[in-house]
């Protein structure tokens, strides 16, 4: 397992993106995650739609996508289909604080190598989603 080199700043350890643990531990602890899955998970907690405007741009993004996602296995993932409805799969939602080291795996061999800029982007979106 390849750790990454960002750390999580609550417990001040070095996240590991392939442990699940750490993943819903990442994830429940990012600001907007935390919020939308929050709602999911809560339904009658989510606000009005004047209380709504005040939460920052991320968050609105996230949950206008809310028909989208789900909390699965802990974690929060969102449905990807192709505009023709062909292809279809859940993304994890990564964590803003591990984008970087989730793109480095992709790219640098943690997860399948190298595979050059298209082949790549087509291999994160089949299995994340990042915010943005």
Known sequence: MQETTEKDS????????????????????????????????????????????????????LWVQRQSMEVKYGLLYRKYIRQD??????????PYSLRTAFLDAIHAGAMNGHLGIEKTRAKLQEIAYLKG
């Open 10 to 61: 609550e417990s001040g350890i070095t996240p590991d993106i392939t442990d699940i643990s750490q993943l819903r531990k990442v994830q429940a602890s990012d600001p907007e995650l935390a919020v939308i899955r929050g709602w999911l998970e809560h339904p009658k907690t989510v606000p009005d739609d004047n209380k709504f405007r005040t939460y920052n741009h991320d968050i609105q993004q």
């Open 85 to 94: 409805g062909t292809i279809q799969y859940w993304q994890l939602v990564i």
